[in-house]
């Protein structure tokens, strides 16, 4: 199995800026893909931002231009740098990852989230 987790997050103005982390670890896996997700009170999970093991990067409309998502592959680490950033962003952020192993063979983990607030 891969466990994952995050850190950063918090509170924050709007129009200001946070970087959420997460951290990968385990035994002989592979990430193939990060994503963040992010989900508010009375609303459903939505998909923030994704990376794949090329690079292709993929983000939420309303997110693009303001958040961007990258990972170094050799510490197996994903990091969104948040900017920007307005009430509406106000969330727990999750990160989410798609792994190969020898043995299952593939799986997703997710972190613990993190709470992000955006004060107006």
């Known amino acids: 199995q891969v466990q994952l987790v995050e850190s950063g997050g918090g509170l924050v103005q709007a129009g200001g800026s946070l970087t959420l982390s997460c951290s990968a670890s385990g035994s002989g896996f592979r990430i193939n893909t990060w994503g963040w997700h992010r989900q508010a009170p009375g609303k459903e999970r939505e998909l923030v931002a994704q990376i794949t093991s090329g690079g292709s990067v993929n983000y939420l409309d309303s997110v693009k231009g303001r958040f961007t998502i990258s990972r170094e592959n050799a510490k197996n680490t994903v990091a969104v740098q948040m900017n920007s950033l307005k009430p509406e962003d106000t969330a727990v952020y999750c990160c989410?990852?798609?792994?190969?192993?020898?043995?299952?063979?593939?799986?997703?983990?997710w972190g613990q989230g993190a709470q992000v607030t955006v004060s107006s």
């Open positions: 989410g990852a798609g792994w190969m192993t020898p043995v299952p063979g593939a799986g997703r983990s």
